[in-house]
């Protein structure tokens, strides 16, 4: 028999407050890339629906719903938008320090559990966001799966003693 998910244990995304949480963490992450001197030249020319798309996207990843997948793109046209950027480390670390930053200052959960999968998640999705800027096509097939993304290891959520 095919085990049932637990119902018991929330998804990130309902840890971290549901969708306007996400949507509000990236309108203002991505305010504060166009204030930034490191970041600024490569979200110079975005999309003004970026902050939305990227935020639905993370969701829908947190096991949230597929809005993104449904409506807006798939992880295909996600990786395709990387291509030829030429993101360099310096960049991804910037990126990755304002957008944990921003997690604090809007008030994402910042128990150690939700954290450490938070961070995990993002240091593997800019990881691979850099590499796939220097690729010139998509090696995934135009219809590869969304990734998921759990608690991991720490098996969360934080429970207090
Ligand atoms: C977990 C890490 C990341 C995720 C989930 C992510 C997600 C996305 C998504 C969903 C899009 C498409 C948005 C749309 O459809 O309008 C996108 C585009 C883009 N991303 Fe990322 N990204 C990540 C990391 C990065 C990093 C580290 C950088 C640069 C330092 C970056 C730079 C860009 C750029 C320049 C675009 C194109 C923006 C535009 O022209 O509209 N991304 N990303």
């Known amino acids: ?9 929330p998804t990130l ?13 990236t309108e ?15 979200f110079r020319s975005m999309a003004p629906e970026h902050a939305r798309h990227v935020a639905h996207f993370i969701a829908e990843v947190f096991r949230g719903p597929d809005q993104y997948s449904r409506e807006e793109g798939s992880h295909y046209e996600m990786i395709h938008k990387h291509l030829g950027k030429h993101l360099t480390e310096t960049q991804r670390k910037r990126w990755i320090e304002l ?3 921003t997690a604090d200052t809007i008030g994402l959960p910042d128990d150690p559990e939700f954290r450490s999968a938070l961070v995990g998640y993002l240091e593997w999705g800019s990881r691979l966001a850099v590499i796939n800027s220097n690729e010139e096509s998509v090696s995934e097939p135009v219809d590869a799966p969304m990734p998921t993304w759990g608690w991991g290891e720490t098996g969360g959520p934080y429970i207090p003693s």
């Open 1 to 9: 028999m095919e085990a049932q998910p637990n119902r018991t244990i």
């Open 13 to 25: 995304y309902e840890w971290a407050g549901g969708m306007e949480k996400f949507e509000a963490w």
């Open 28 to 42: 203002l992450f991505y305010q504060r890339v166009h204030q930034d001197s490191i970041l600024e030249p490569v």
């Open 99 to 101: 957008i944990l930053d």
